[in-house]
Nanobody, 122 residues
C-alpha cells in the first residue's frame, strides 16, 4: 500500500521560509516522479514543482527562484524548500507520485498525500 505523508507546514510571516517533507512508502521511490501541488481556499489545485528520477526539475513560474524541490532516495523522501514566502503562497500543499517520466498535471499523478497547511501572514 502506497503512502505519502507530508510534514513541515505551519504559519510564517511574509519573507520567511519553510521546508516541507514528504515521506513515501510502499513504492520503488527512486523510479517515481515526485511533485508538489497546492490548493488555496476556493481555488483549484495547482502544480508547484516536480523532480523526476534523473533529478530533472520543473517549477511553476511564480515560485521559480524562491522554491527548491529535492529528493533523497535513500530516505524515500522529497522536499520543498520555500523561501521568500508571500501571502499568496498560502495553501494546503500536497505531495504526489507518478510513474511518468515528467508531469505537471493532476491527472498524471497516481498517488497523493493528505496535505499540509502553509499559511503566510502579511
Amino acid at each position: 500500500q502506497v503512502q505519502l505523508v507530508e510534514s513541515g507546514g505551519g504559519l510564517v510571516q511574509a519573507g520567511g521560509s519553510l521546508r516541507l517533507s514528504c515521506a513515501a512508502s510502499g513504492l520503488t521511490f527512486s523510479s517515481y516522479t515526485m511533485a508538489w501541488f497546492r490548493q488555496a481556499p476556493g481555488k483549484e489545485r495547482e502544480f508547484v514543482a516536480t523532480i523526476n528520477w534523473s533529478m530533472w526539475t520543473y517549477y511553476l513560474d511564480s515560485v521559480k527562484g524562491r522554491f527548491t524541490i529535492s529528493r533523497d532516495n535513500a530516505k524515500n523522501t522529497v522536499y520543498l524548500q520555500m523561501n521568500s514566502l508571500r501571502p499568496e503562497d498560502t495553501a494546503v500543499y500536497y505531495c504526489a507520485a507518478s510513474t511518468r517520466r515528467v508531469g505537471s498535471h493532476l491527472d498524471e499523478y497516481d498517488y497523493w498525500g493528505q496535505g499540509t497547511q502553509v499559511t503566510v501572514s502579511s
